[in-house]
Structures are given as C-alpha cells and as structure tokens.
C-alpha cells in the first residue's frame, strides 16, 4: 500500500469482504457507524462520510490500476 501516493484518499484499507462498515474512527473523522456494499465489478467502495476507501483484497492489482491511470490522465492531479 503506497500511503504517499498523489492521488491516495485519506486512507485505504484492504478488506477480504464485500460489504465494509466504517465509522470513522475516533477523532475529526468520526461518523455514524454506515455499512456499504463493495461493487463487484469495481472492486472498492469509498465512503461518503470520510471519503476511507475500501478496497477488496482480490481488486488490489485492479485498484492500483486505476489510480495509475487517473494520474496518467489527469496532470493537474499528479
Ligand atoms: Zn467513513
């Protein structure tokens, strides 16, 4: 997991589930325990309230991807 990378949300997780809860976490960032459905074909989900990702353990490659390729598409991100 690359924490420093451009583009990386406030935190990614690796989850081995397809549906994830997320409260926040203590401090700031603390929300309402919300639980949410990871898109198959996707592969992670974010959540509204703190913007975590989670990202399936079998879309890890698929997410990096994606990442790779917004910061190849978008300069002004990099
Ligand atoms: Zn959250």
Known sequence: MRKTAPLS????Q???TYR???DGGEG???HPRVWMPIPHDVGWVDCGYCDKRFVHADHVAQHEAYMAALAK???AAA
């Open 28 to 30: 700031a960032l603390g």
């Open 9 to 12: 949300p406030p935190e990614t």
């Open 20 to 22: 994830v809860c997320c």
């Open 14 to 16: 690796i989850v081995s």
């Open 73 to 75: 598409d978008d300069p």
